[in-house]
């Protein structure tokens, strides 16, 4: 018996941390969604005709994203109850500098578009305002829900290009630009489409994952469930 | 009357943590930050009031901790494994690990039975 309550209990505990990594650094399907929706927005800013329809679904894709990510957690992987991940201490430090990061950002671009604005009599257009607060959703979304760095990166890509969509602008692809500042832009935006495609990749396996957890759990449930 | 090694060391097995429902309960916790009751209620296959007994009991030992609030209008507890919990997890497993060490190797006539 002891033998075999010491393999049960490592099954037990191994079960129940692979299940918990469907509340923060594993996305499934939601992460598949991420991806595609970054190629959308990636192609999509540049290439789609700039229409208000186009520009509102553009500007709502990270938002849309963030809120399907929990609806999934919430109602498929996490189905059987909520149970946090445990984060390391190398994950925690890594969130908090990504926060950090992209505070620093919205502080400088909002203090830089603040100067702008007091030499226009503290007037703003509507697209800059969209953009700064797009900017600022970025950092509560990094900090609430963009814990693992591939969910970092596209949604800060998303955030990004909603923003600038938000200000009339979009960023440019690889060759389609000729000024120096814009294919610097483009080439570093080149990296996105690179990412969401991992990002596919990555939520496809962690789904074939989930499945075999599922049943694994659903095994553990049963034998309990007899010997209770 | 001395006690035998092995029997020593069955006697010096953590009560608390020994009870099989509350060491699935510990498991459980210790492969996560914090853990739904609901979750647990899944897992363990026992009734909610059996449930809630031994993580009062748990619970007092100061192994876990408990933490309940409300999602919208629904009660929510959440449960969580203390470092006093791990440590007494981590210490009934070597104290279980040398049990097994120490019992005696069933005889041919115990095998055969």
């Given at each position: 018996m002891p033998a075999n309550v010491q393999g049960r209990l490592r099954q037990v505990e191994e079960l129940t941390r692979s299940y918990a990594r469907y509340s923060r650094s594993a996305g499934g399907l939601s992460s598949v969604l991420g991806g595609v929706l970054c190629l959308i927005a990636y192609f999509g800013g540049p290439l789609l005709p700039s229409m208000p329809l186009t520009r509102a679904v553009l500007i709502a894709i990270p938002a849309g994203w963030l809120l399907a990510k929990g609806w999934m957690t919430h109602h498929y992987y996490q189905r059987l109850g909520h149970v946090e991940q445990q984060e390391t201490p190398a994950e925690r430090r890594m969130h908090r500098l990504c926060v950090a990061v992209v505070l620093l950002v919205a502080l400088a671009i909002t203090a830089g578009l603040g100067t702008v604005a007091k030499q226009h009599s503290w007037f703003l257009p509507a697209g800059m305002l969209g953009y700064l607060a797009l900017l600022w959703l970025l950092v509560l979304a990094t900090w609430?829900?963009?814990?693992s760095p591939l969910d970092f990166i596209i949604g800060v890509f998303l955030f990004c290009q909603a923003a600038l969509v938000s200000g009339g602008g979009y960023y440019p692809l690889v060759?389609?630009?000729?000024t120096h500042q814009a294919m610097l832009m483009s080439l570093v935006a080149l990296m996105f489409p690179l990412v969401a495609l991992a990002m596919i990749a990555k939520g496809l396996a962690e789904h074939r994952q989930f499945r075999i957890l599922r049943q694994r759990l659903e095994q553990l449930r049963q034998s309990t469930s007899a010997e209770a | 009357m001395k006690t035998p090694g092995h029997l020593g060391e069955v006697m010096a097995l953590d009560r608390l943590v020994h009870e099989p429902a509350r060491l699935l309960i510990l498991a459980v916790l210790a492969g996560a930050k914090q853990v739904e009751f609901g979750f647990l209620e899944n897992m363990s296959g026992l009734s909610k009031g059996n449930l809630s007994s031994h993580m009062s009991k748990l619970e007092t030992g100061g192994l876990v901790a408990v933490k309940k609030s409300f999602r919208g209008k629904r009660p929510l507890t959440e449960l969580s494994i203390t470092a006093a919990g791990r440590r007494a997890l981590a210490a009934y497993r070597q104290q279980l690990a040398m049990v097994m060490q120490e019992l005696p190797e069933p005889t041919a006539a115990t095998k055969r039975k």
């Open positions: 609430r829900w963009l814990r060759g389609t630009t000729h | -």
